[in-house]
């Protein structure tokens, strides 16, 4: 039963964390930027001064570690194209 438990908790937490992405990117398109860009620059660096402030997008990208969103990144790329 916690595999169940464990497996619900992991979707639920790579949901938030894709709603988030999410919000950072649509916050750094808003204000001009290149969102892809700008969130490379982030990973590689871990410099949050590569997100903007607009909408919080900042302080939400620094509530989740950046091995965590690469992890949720390529899961969920993996899962796409072995649907292929």
């Keep these: 039963m916690e595999e169940t438990v464990t ?6 937490r790579n949901k938030e964390v894709q709603e988030i992405l999410l919000s950072v990117y649509g916050a750094l398109e ?3 930027y290149n969102p892809l860009n700008q969130l490379v620059g982030y990973f ?3 410099d949050p001064t590569y997100i903007t402030s607009h909408k919080d997008a900042r302080t939400l990208i620094k509530q989740i570690d950046r091995d965590e969103i690469l992890e949720v990144l390529l899961s969920s790329y993996i899962a796409i194209h072995r649907e292929e």
């Design 44 to 46: 590689i660096s871990g």
């Design 7 to 12: 497996f619900k908790a992991n979707m639920l």
């Design 30 to 32: 808003e204000k001009g």
